[in-house]
C-alpha cells in the first residue's frame, strides 16, 4: 500500500519560511522522481518543484530562488524548504511520486501577517 504523507504547513508571515517534509512508503523509493505541487482556492494544481531519484531539480519559475527542494533516499523523504514566503503562495502542498502517480494528502500553508 502506497502512502505518501506530507507535514509541516502552518500559518506563516510573508517573508518567513517554513519546511515541508514527505515520508513515503509503498514504492521503490530510490527509483522514483518525486515534486511537490499545490493548489490555491479556485485554482488548478500546479507544479512547484521536482527532482529526479538522482537529485536533479526543477522549480517553478515562481519559486526559484526562494524555495528548495531535496530528498534522502536512506529515509524515503522528500524536503521542500520555502523562504521568503509571499502571501500567493498560500495553498494546499501535495508531495507526488512521478514515477508511479501517487498523491499525498496535503498540507495547508498560509501566507499572511
Known amino acids: 500500500q502506497v502512502q505518501l504523507v506530507e507535514s509541516g504547513g502552518g500559518l506563516v508571515q510573508p517573508g518567513g519560511s517554513l519546511k515541508l517534509s514527505c515520508v513515503a512508503s509503498?514504492?521503490?523509493?530510490?527509483?522514483?522522481?518525486m515534486g511537490w505541487y499545490r493548489q490555491a482556492p479556485g485554482k488548478q494544481r500546479e507544479l512547484v518543484a521536482t527532482?529526479?531519484?538522482?537529485?536533479?531539480?526543477n522549480y517553478a519559475d515562481s519559486v526559484k530562488g526562494r524555495f528548495s527542494i531535496s530528498r534522502d533516499n536512506s529515509k524515503n523523504t522528500v524536503d521542500l524548504q520555502m523562504n521568503n514566503l509571499k502571501p500567493d503562495d498560500t495553498a494546499v502542498y501535495y508531495c507526488?511520486?512521478?514515477?508511479?502517480?501517487?498523491w499525498g494528502q496535503g498540507t495547508q500553508v498560509t501566507v499572511s501577517s
Open positions: 509503498g514504492i521503490i523509493f530510490t527509483y522514483c522522481a
Open positions: 527532482i529526479t531519484n538522482v537529485g536533479r531539480t
Open positions: 507526488h511520486d512521478e514515477r508511479g502517480d501517487y
